[in-house]
């Protein structure tokens, strides 16, 4: 052997580590495994997932496709080294922009970017996305990890998210048929889901300095951790049943822009809608944020959901 050999350069000497990554893929194939659905077709390590879409159900099939991530939330779970319910937190705001279309999510598919590559943590997130998953009733089909040496620092991480689904284009939800009248329904978010933690984390750790295993706010038995971290609700089962039930001729997925910024994407032109404050139970968090960062009413409105995840667009004569 040369000294040229002896000395040479290696992947895991650029910062790669290949063996973490299969020992990574081993981990994870339960969890994947838990979310196959009847089509799914084959088994993990293919180059491309498999779906084998029954067309026979639909009269006029339209796929509908969605990718989200979730933002620096992400940050809080490298803080404190929990690395579970983030998942969930991207299957959902992947899913539930399908469901707004009134669209059944199929598939998913995840990429995880990474400074340097720990199967723990990895088995950790995607346990996490296979949990959202099998709440959403879809298979988690693929994925991809990528360790970015150089890039990222060590226990820095970032989420993708990508969702697939079907609907029939004649039941497809548009928000056309909203007429003056129509009544908003809103379905709670007891957090901020994964919207708004650039300035959450900016006002509750920096400006106040709260330590994140201290109490969430004045009386709270939990602690700012566990709120920050709760997982997202996933809204698409309920949604898909309450078009079953009642005519839905909008949903709005309340994520980055708050309630301004989402509603009006399903509002026909020249229909406005009306908001009342006060109509609903805004959660603590919110009150504390506002409080310590002196933020003003508009600008929470504009970054939070302020305890409304979903808003759905329902005829008057079945609001009841």
Known sequence: MTDDVTNG????????????????????????????????????????????????????????????????????????????????????MCVDDLVCQGAEPLFFLDYIAVGRLDPDHIDQLV???????????????????????????????????????????DALITG???????????LPSQNLRSNGFSLARRVLLE????????????????????????????????????????DVRGVAHITGGGIPGNLNRVLPRGTAAEVTRGSWEVPPIFGEIQRLGSVADEEMDRVFNMGVGMIVVVPESESC
């Open 207 to 246: 400006r106040a300095q709260l330590p994140l295993d201290g109490p969430a706010y004045k009386g709270a038995h939990h602690s700012l951790a566990d709120e920050l971290l709760a997982p997202s609700v996933i809204f698409s089962p309920a949604i898909a049943a309450l078009q079953k039930a009642v």
């Open 176 to 186: 056309a048929t909203i007429t003056p009248g129509d009544v908003l329904i809103a």
């Open 9 to 92: 350069e290696t992947y895991a000497g650029a910062g790669v580590s290949i063996d973490a990554g299969e020992e990574a893929v081993d981990r994870i194939k339960s969890h994947v495994r838990s979310t196959f659905r009847p089509e799914v077709i084959g088994d993990i390590g293919g180059f491309g997932g498999l779906f084998a879409l029954d067309l026979a159900r639909y009269k006029k099939p339209v796929l509908v496709s969605s990718t989200d991530g979730v933002g620096t939330k992400a940050l809080v779970a490298q803080a404190t080294g929990r690395f579970t319910t983030i998942g969930v937190d991207l299957v959902a």
């Open 127 to 169: 346990e996490g996305v296979a949990d959202g998953c099998r709440q959403a009733g879809c298979a988690l089909i693929g994925g991809e990890m990528a360790e970015h040496p150089g890039a990222m620092e060590a226990g820095e991480f970032d989420l993708v998210g990508f969702a697939v689904g079907i609907a029939d284009r």
